[in-house]
């Protein structure tokens, strides 16, 4: 089964989010840290006999609102600028994936590589695409429309193959 991934921004944007909000939780750190701030603030407003308290109140507000503001706005800017620099405004073909029992083959432009299938990190099956992760941090985005067989065929050789802690459906 081949893949020629033709890539569009929509489908790049859909799987960053996987990636960065689902798959690594990286909104967390932020999130508690404005929460522990929303929690002080709170608490320096019940406190609003102590001189100062509303003042700190405030500022505790103020900031412990804008950290997921100011975090979630430069991710999207940062996507963005992503999107921009791989020229994905309109969809290109950035590389050509094989899946095989043997293993995989990737190329693009300038490489080839082939990945055994015990060596996948884990395989995670979207409603439009394949995300094929090859090491922890490193994946190969595989939309259903850009290959040659239908969607089941393709999650079922990868069934066949890879150990079911090892994909997922999300």
């Given at each position: 089964m081949t893949c020629n991934v033709v890539l569009s921004a929509k489908e790049f944007r859909k799987f960053t989010f996987f990636d960065i909000i689902r798959r690594r939780?990286?909104?967390?750190?932020?999130?508690?840290?404005?929460?522990?701030?929303?929690?002080?603030?709170?608490?320096?407003?019940?406190?609003?006999?102590?001189?100062?308290?509303?003042?700190?109140?405030?500022?505790?507000?103020?900031?412990?609102?804008?950290?997921?503001?100011?975090?979630?706005?430069?991710?999207?800017?940062?996507?963005?600028?992503?999107?921009?620099?791989?020229?994905?405004?309109?969809?290109?073909q950035v590389y050509t994936v094989s899946l095989s029992r043997g293993g995989i083959d990737a190329s693009n432009a300038t490489e080839n590589v082939s990945i055994a299938w015990d060596e996948i990190h884990h395989i995670y099956k979207a409603k439009s695409a394949l995300y094929l992760y090859y090491t922890q941090h490193k994946a190969f985005i595989l939309p259903f429309s850009c290959f040659d067989v239908p969607p089941s065929d393709v999650w079922d050789l990868i069934t066949s193959i890879v150990e079911e802690e090892r994909r997922s459906i999300i």
């Open positions: 939780k990286m909104y967390k750190s932020p999130v508690t840290f404005s929460l522990i701030l929303l929690i002080s603030a709170l608490i320096c407003f019940l406190l609003h006999d102590i001189e100062g308290a509303i003042m700190l109140g405030t500022l505790l507000l103020v900031v412990g609102l804008g950290v997921p503001a100011v975090y979630f706005s430069t991710f999207h800017l940062s996507l963005n600028k992503q999107v921009k620099l791989q020229s994905l405004k309109e969809p290109r």
